[in-house]
């Protein structure tokens, strides 16, 4: 299974983009890259995964990098209620497997 | 729907004491998991159920025990507390074990602690 690191905090002024970044440079071909967020001490939450390509939804944005050893979080426009722990997580297509890192612990400021 | 369900929020063992969390979805989904979460730390997957009638072992099964009642409702049995497994405990469910896609719903939680 890959290892991830991630900053353990990061900050980030309303309104702007965040940008969450992890590395997994041990990322085996098959594993997809998970983000996962969790609000205080709330169940955790899905926002995004992707496998090669750079993804998008109505939460966020993935950026994966051409060799796959990174990947960045994008929080387009972050508002107060996207303060949270955000967790990377890669998975291999097909297991039940996630590994949970310690996150980072994003805190958006008015 | 209500998604996941567990209860209860909250309990206080005494150590060797027996309890038993409950889980259950509404999502028509096959798998389901056990977490627990230490102050600071990720979850760690306890147990989990890839579909109704199986079990497996994930990376802290020690000292648990858990039941697929059906496919609704997954259970996580202590059956003698110890304060090491004060802790929070998520359950999770997701469409199929296998596949592109393995988005996991999570719970509430349940906060428990042994004295």
């Known amino acids: 299974d890959a290892k991830t690191t991630q900053p353990p905090s990061m900050d980030c002024a309303e309104g702007r983009a965040a940008n969450l970044p992890c590395n997994h440079s041990?990322?085996?071909?098959?594993?997809?890259v998970y983000w996962y967020r969790q609000i205080h001490s709330q169940g955790p939450q899905y926002i995004i995964h992707?496998?090669?390509n750079n993804e998008t939804n109505e939460m966020a944005s993935l950026i994966i990098t051409e060799d796959r050893k990174s990947s960045t979080l994008i929080l387009p426009h972050a508002t107060l209620r996207d303060t949270a722990v955000y967790y990377c997580?890669?998975?291999?297509?097909?297991?039940?497997?996630?590994?949970f890192g310690t996150g980072t612990r994003l805190k958006v400021l008015a | 729907n209500a998604g996941v369900t567990q209860t209860p929020k909250f309990q206080v063992l005494k150590t060797g004491q027996s309890m038993t969390l409950q889980c259950a979805q509404d999502?028509?989904?096959?798998?389901m998991y056990w977490y627990r979460q230490d102050p600071g730390m990720g979850l760690r997957l306890i147990y989990y159920?890839?579909?109704?009638?199986?079990?497996d072992k994930g990376e802290v099964p020690n000292g648990y025990n858990v039941s697929r009642l059906n496919k609704r409702e997954f259970s996580l049995r202590l059956e003698s507390a110890a304060p090491s497994q004060t802790s929070v405990y998520f359950c999770?469910?997701?469409?199929?074990?296998?596949?592109?896609?393995?988005?996991?719903?999570f719970g509430p939680g349940t906060r428990l602690t042994v004295l």
């Open positions: 999770a469910s997701s469409e199929r074990l296998a596949g592109d896609h393995n988005e996991q719903f």
């Open positions: 041990t990322i085996s071909g098959n594993e997809y």
């Open positions: 992707g496998l090669k």
């Open positions: 997580i890669p998975s291999t297509s097909g297991t039940y497997k996630y590994i």
């Open positions: 999502m028509n989904h096959n798998s």
């Open positions: 159920s890839a579909s109704e009638g199986t079990t």
